[in-house]
């Protein structure tokens, strides 16, 4: 069974910069794409970006082109998303996602999720 966890959340000052972690375990994701989406309260979740496992190609949502940079290493099984230029409006709680495939379609799995903070 796929599972993901979710690390490096917290509280940051507006500008600052923060690197979340996806640890995905559970099966070989050499086909799979893991991406990442944020929620915010009273907000509909929002798809950010996601990766590829096997050729490492990426997508990233205008929102936080230029700012977010998603990358994997194959052999920890493991998606970063690096934030930079962090601002207010980026604070949310933060989710990474798996499928089969590229990186458009339906996500079934998906980790529990960890808290972004950005501060003024």
């Known amino acids: 069974q796929v599972q993901l966890v979710e690390s490096g959340g917290g509280l940051v000052q507006a500008g600052g910069s923060l690197r979340l972690s996806c640890a995905a375990s559970?099966?070989?994701?050499?086909?799979?794409?893991v991406g990442w989406f944020r929620q915010a309260p009273g907000k509909e979740r929002e798809f950010v970006g996601a990766?590829?496992?096997?050729?490492?190609?990426?997508y990233t949502a205008d929102s936080v082109k230029g700012r977010f940079t998603i990358s994997r290493d194959n052999a920890k099984n493991t998606v970063y998303l690096q934030m930079s230029s962090l601002k207010p409006e980026d604070t949310a709680v933060y989710h990474c996602?798996?499928?089969?495939?590229?990186?458009?379609?339906?996500?079934?799995?998906w980790g529990r999720g960890t808290q972004v903070t950005v501060s003024s």
């Open positions: 990766i590829t496992f096997s050729d490492g190609d990426t």
């Open positions: 559970g099966r070989t994701f050499s086909s799979y794409s």
């Open positions: 996602a798996a499928r089969s495939g590229s990186y458009f379609g339906q996500w079934p799995y």
